[in-house]
Each structure stands twice: as structure tokens, then as C-alpha cells.
């Protein structure tokens, strides 16, 4: 008899061990932000309204001081920090404005965070932006995504109202929303509507790990001012753009505030990243222009200036990483991808760039994750080494080049002293890696606008479609 009972209790115990080993995998949260400004929260000196949520996820973990995304505008940053690869790579290197739908999205041939994940067994929802391709070959539930709700477009209305007509013009989506590949119509603000769908979803999943990738649209235009926090906005900001923002960033903090206490209640063993998809979008008339603040950061969305690719970047997971630090050395939303693989036992896609970031900062590595980070923004150019930076940026005011200038960060964050003349040598260093990086990248696969890149506006000019300047 008890040796009868010794084989089922064995029997047993196996058949368990997969369920075992699957939920002791830690899920993975990423919340995205949209155009937020470096400075607008409080661990970043921010205060004007109070982002006490976002501070205590950046309290609960390591913050990372100069956390860089691959791109200073939307598409492109997504499409590097979904694949771990930079986007230049594979020819996303601006937003898909216009072409053929056939390729206006992230290329088909590259694989995502969400398909390494699923094939590792996760359960995994995109809820928000997407941005990434608007037809069915490049739908996120054709991505890796086993559920999708959201909108596909660059931007959208916050305040939805069914029976009512969009009222921001073709540049931003009707009211409605997509549940996986049906329109739906959901009343409300989207911060709160994403928010309760991405609760929902984990509670759908208590015994299998899951990965969410919630792409909210605040702080983007249009600056909506949801009711519920109204009251909360300062009386003595008056610019009514302004008093938009921050009612957006008001929204964002509570949400976050709202579902990392679910996490931290439910699904205490989840490792969250947390990042804005390029900097803020703080000058006009340029890009979606939100008001946000970068300083001490110079320049804006759409620049290689730290404005445009340095953001907030918070890394939070309880228990695995250690509260309340700080870590210095330059990062990547490269990154996540191979973190993210490394804790989830997922295969890693070839050609990979990012690092596992986890002994980094758990201070277990003290080498830096990266000896140099590059970007290429049509023709801007940028590379950073150590506390060093080398940048081609673009002055959208003089619509001129700057030519390569050298700073350093440490001392000069700001990017005011230019020491390219007294350091020629390192100029012509960091130069040359920035050319070879540039060999491996191949052309755009469509062209960007006029902004983006100075040639297409010729083009544009000459053929009639924009006026002369």
C-alpha cells in the first residue's frame, strides 16, 4: 500500500512540475508613455503636479538615469525596443506615413518581444498604441500578441464618445477602438479604459506567466482634460495647452499609480519596465506639440539632442532588484528584449543588440551594459561613448545640419560646450565608429516627411506638393 501511494504522490509531483516551473517565471509588464518630457515627473525634478505613482515605481527599483530610446520619434523607438535590434537595420526608420501596406509597418521578416514570449509559453496582450502597421499581415495579434485592444494609428481621441464624431481631423483615429480585429466602442478616457483592460488581463492569468505591453497615448496631442482630475491642475498654469498636459500626465500617474498596486497585491512576481517612446515634444510647431520640459536636456522630440532620446527609464521587479538606486551608466530600451528573454528562459532572435541588463543592476556586473550606443535619424547621426557623445543633429528653426559636435555628458548634460575643436582626435574616433556601425544599416523603406529628413522636403518642393519656402 505505501508503496502504491510513494507512485502516485511521484506521479503527481511531475505532472505538477511544469505548472511549478511555468509560474515561477516572472511576468513582464512594459509601460509605455507618449512624448513625456524629462522633467515632468518628480524623480526628475518635476513640480507642478505631483506624480507620486511614477516616483514609487521608480523608488521600488533602479532608476536609470540615462535610460536612451533607439529613435526620438514613435514608430521607429517601438519598432527598436520590440526587437532588440536598432531599426535602421531593417529599414524602419521613420514613421509609416505613406506607401504600399505591404511594407508600411514593421518588416515581416523580423521577429518581436511578444513572439520570443508566446513561444516560451507566456500569455501576452498589447493594449493601447500600436504604430506599427495598420493591415493584417502587420496587425499585432499577427505579431505575437495572443490579444489585442487598441488603436493602430500614431495618435488618438482620449475622451470617447460614441455617438459623436471624431473632432481632431484624419490625423487621429475615430472613437472607436479594436478588440483584437473587431472595432468596438468603449465610452470613457482611454488612460482609464487601458488601464482596466490591462487589470482585467492579468487576473485572467494567475497560473500562466504573462507578458503586457501597455502602450498608452498620454501625454500625446490632442491635450484632452479628463473630469476626473480637473480640479487637480494648478490655477496658476494658464496656458490652456499647458494645463492639457498636465492633466494627461495627472491621468498617467494614477493609472500607473492604480495598476501597480494590483501588481504589487496579486502579481508581486513581475518584472516592470517603464519608459516614454521619445522625449518630449516641448517646441513648436513641431511634432505634436504637448508643452513638455526636458531640461536640463537640450532639444525635442524628433532630435538626436539628449531631449529627443534620453527618457525617463524605470526598472522595477520586488525582491530581484534593489530599491531606491540609481544607475548612471548609459542603457537601452534595446535591452528588454534580451532581459526580458533571459528571466523568461526565451529563445534570443538572431542579431540581437541590446544586453541583459539584470546583473547590471543588480550590481552584480560592473562593467557598463554598453561600450557605445549609435543612432541615425534620417540625417541626423549620433554616438555615444562612456560620457562621451558625438552628434549630427538637425535645427529645425535654421533647417541646417549642425555638423558633428562632441560634449560631455557628465559635466554638460545640457549640451551648451561644443569641444569638438580642442578634441579632434576623439572626434575622428568616435566619427569613424559611427560610419562602420552605419555599413550594417540599409536605406529607409519609406521616406519620412519633411521634418525627418531635410532631402525629402527638397524632393517635396520640387515636385510641387510643398510650397517654397
Known amino acids: 500500500m505505501f508503496r502504491l501511494f510513494l507512485i502516485v504522490f511521484v506521479m503527481l509531483l511531475t505532472s505538477a512540475c511544469p505548472a511549478q516551473q511555468s509560474s515561477s517565471r516572472p511576468n513582464l509588464l512594459v509601460v509605455v508613455a507618449d512624448d513625456l518630457g524629462y522633467a515632468d515627473i518628480g524623480l526628475h525634478g518635476g513640480c507642478e503636479v505631483p506624480t507620486p505613482h511614477l516616483d514609487a515605481l521608480g523608488n521600488s527599483g533602479v532608476r536609470c538615469s540615462a535610460g536612451y530610446v533607439t529613435a526620438p520619434y514613435c514608430s521607429p ?86 455617438e459623436a464624431k471624431p473632432v481632431f481631423g484624419r490625423a487621429y483615429s475615430s472613437n472607436s477602438l479594436l478588440r483584437n480585429r473587431e472595432p468596438v466602442q468603449v465610452p470613457g ?33 490632442p491635450l484632452e482634460i479628463s473630469a476626473a482630475v480637473a480640479e487637480r491642475i494648478p490655477a496658476s498654469v494658464t496656458d ?14 494614477d493609472a500607473v499609480g492604480r495598476l501597480m498596486q494590483e501588481i504589487r497585491t496579486q502579481h508581486p512576481n513581475t518584472l516592470v519596465f517603464f519608459f516614454s517612446d521619445n522625449g518630449g515634444s516641448g517646441r513648436k510647431p513641431f511634432f505634436a506639440f504637448n508643452t513638455a520640459i526636458n531640461q536640463p536636456l537640450r532639444g525635442d522630440k524628433g532630435q538626436l539632442w ?32 534580451p532581459t526580458a528573454c533571459a528571466v523568461a528562459g526565451a529563445e534570443l532572435p538572431d542579431g540581437v543588440e541590446g544586453v541583459n541588463l539584470l546583473p547590471h543592476l543588480q550590481g552584480h556586473h560592473t562593467a557598463v551594459p554598453h561600450d557605445r550606443l549609435y543612432w541615425r535619424f534620417g540625417p541626423q547621426r549620433a554616438v555615444r561613448a562612456d560620457r562621451w557623445k558625438l552628434v549630427d543633429a538637425r535645427d529645425f528653426q535654421q533647417k541646417t545640419q549642425t555638423g558633428w559636435q562632441l560634449y560631455e555628458l557628465q559635466s554638460d548634460p545640457g549640451e551648451t560646450r561644443n569641444l569638438a575643436d580642442v578634441q579632434p582626435q576623439r572626434v575622428q574616433e568616435l566619427a569613424n565608429a559611427w560610419e562602420e556601425w552605419n555599413t550594417h544599416n540599409i536605406s529607409p523603406l519609406w521616406a519620412g516627411t519633411p521634418n525627418e529628413d531635410p532631402q525629402q522636403t527638397a524632393a517635396l518642393r520640387r515636385n510641387g506638393t510643398l510650397a517654397p519656402d
Request: aromatic content about 12%; glycine content about 10%.
Open 306 to 337: 539628449e531631449g529627443g532620446i534620453r527618457v525617463p527609464y524605470l526598472v522595477s521587479w520586488a525582491g530581484q532588484l534593489p530599491a531606491g538606486t540609481v544607475y548612471e551608466a548609459p542603457v537601452s530600451t534595446l535591452d528588454i528584449l
Open 240 to 253: 490652456p495647452q499647458r494645463r492639457g498636459y498636465l492633466a494627461l500626465l495627472l491621468g498617467l500617474d
Open 189 to 221: 478616457f482611454t488612460t482609464d479604459i487601458f488601464t482596466d483592460e490591462a487589470i482585467r488581463f492579468v487576473n485572467r492569468h494567475p497560473q500562466q506567466p504573462w507578458f503586457v505591453f501597455l502602450s498608452y497615448n498620454a501625454v500625446h496631442t
Open 77 to 162: 523607438s517601438r519598432a527598436g525596443f520590440l526587437t532588440g535590434k536598432s531599426q535602421t537595420r531593417f529599414g524602419h526608420e521613420f514613421n509609416p506615413h505613406e506607401g504600399p501596406e505591404a511594407i508600411l509597418g514593421l518588416p515581416l521578416n523580423q521577429r518581436t518581444l511578444a513572439d520570443v514570449l508566446q513561444a516560451a509559453g507566456y500569455a501576452t496582450s498589447l493594449i493601447g498604441k500600436w504604430h506599427l502597421g495598420p493591415d493584417a499581415a502587420h496587425h499585432p495579434m499577427s505579431r505575437g500578441f495572443s490579444e489585442y485592444f487598441g488603436f493602430l494609428s500614431g495618435a488618438h481621441n482620449f475622451r470617447l464618445q460614441p
